[in-house]
């Protein structure tokens, strides 16, 4: 949502409206393990907007944002690297100490403006 309307200044309250449902649907479509319909998002909007509307906003979204709606992170990393460390620590208080300091410093560089 954010990351769109930072590309789009110009936009009356309908529009916004469209896509925040839109954003909310694709959110659920990427995060969710239970589907939802586009009529489903679309009755949401208590009549307000119509099925077609919300698909066509749908590709408009994914093409603004070149397709990058689920960049990576570096906590997703450290979340992927986990077993790793496990796997080649020597011990179990090793590995979670090496964990929480990474996500320490983690943590750190989003408060440094030369992280960001």
């Not at 009356?12 to 954003?23: D, G, K, P, R, W």
């Not at 509307?53 to 590709?59: F, I, N, R």
Request: one cysteine or more.
């Amino acid at each position: 949502f954010d990351r769109y309307l930072s590309l789009h200044t110009s936009m009356n309250e309908t529009l916004i409206q469209l896509v925040a449902m839109t954003s909310l649907y694709l959110a659920v479509k990427l995060h969710s393990t239970r589907k939802i319909s586009v009529s489903s998002m679309a009755s949401l909007s208590q009549g307000r907007l119509r099925v077609d509307q919300v698909l066509k906003m749908e590709l408009c979204i994914i093409k603004s944002l070149c397709w990058r709606l689920n960049p990576p992170t570096p906590f997703i990393y450290l979340t992927v690297a986990g077993p790793l460390i496990d796997a080649s620590a020597d011990g179990g208080d090793t590995s979670t100490n090496v964990k929480e300091l990474s996500n320490y410093l983690l943590e750190l560089s989003v408060c440094d403006g030369n992280f960001t």
